[in-house]
């Protein structure tokens, strides 16, 4: 174990940071799951059909959900990493009040997607 996790206090930047790495980790095993639509749709409409219920499934959405809420974080969390890249926000109040609105638009965001999702049927 490294031995900064037992020196350094837990602060709200500090878990971000490893929230941004575990969420592209996350998205790039969504790939596989893009992958796998591209092979059902492209192997004819029994397999599609077994992949959107799949994914229609409550695991499959529990699922869905968990890549909708990577996908707007990382993004949230990437401008915010562009901000920073800029020079700005890097004080430890600024940088505190930006991951709290990374999270509060990854909410936000997540709960938009599903709504609009929710209303054209695709639920």
Same mark, same amino acid.
């Given at each position: 174990?490294?031995?900064?996790?037992?020196?350094?206090?837990?602060?709200?930047?500090? %878990?971000?940071?490893?929230?941004?790495?575990?969420?592209?980790?996350?998205?790039?095993?969504?790939?596989?799951?893009?992958?796998?639509? %591209?092979?059902?749709?492209?192997?004819?409409?029994?397999?599609?059909? =077994?992949?959107?219920?799949?994914?229609?499934?409550?695991?499959?959405?529990?699922?869905?959900?968990?890549?909708?809420?990577?996908?707007?974080?990382?993004? =949230?969390?990437?401008?915010?990493?562009?901000?920073?890249?800029?020079?700005?926000?890097?004080?430890?109040?600024? %940088?505190?009040?930006?991951?709290? /609105?990374?999270?509060?638009? /990854?909410?936000?965001?997540? %709960?938009?997607?599903?709504?609009?999702?929710?209303?054209?049927?695709?639920?």
């Amino acid at each position: 174990m490294s031995p900064h996790l037992s020196i350094w206090r837990w602060h709200l930047t500090m %878990a971000t940071s490893i929230l941004h790495r575990v969420t592209g980790v996350g998205l790039y095993l969504g790939g596989l799951i893009v992958a796998a639509w %591209a092979v059902s749709l492209a192997s004819g409409p029994e397999a599609y059909a =077994g992949f959107k219920a799949l994914l229609g499934s409550p695991l499959g959405l529990l699922v869905m959900l968990g890549m909708t809420l990577s996908a707007f974080y990382h993004l =949230g969390n990437g401008v915010r990493h562009l901000v920073w890249d800029l020079g700005h926000g890097l004080d430890v109040k600024t %940088a505190t009040a930006s991951g709290i /609105t990374v999270f509060a638009f /990854t909410i936000v965001a997540t %709960a938009a997607a599903w709504g609009v999702a929710y209303m054209v049927g695709a639920l």
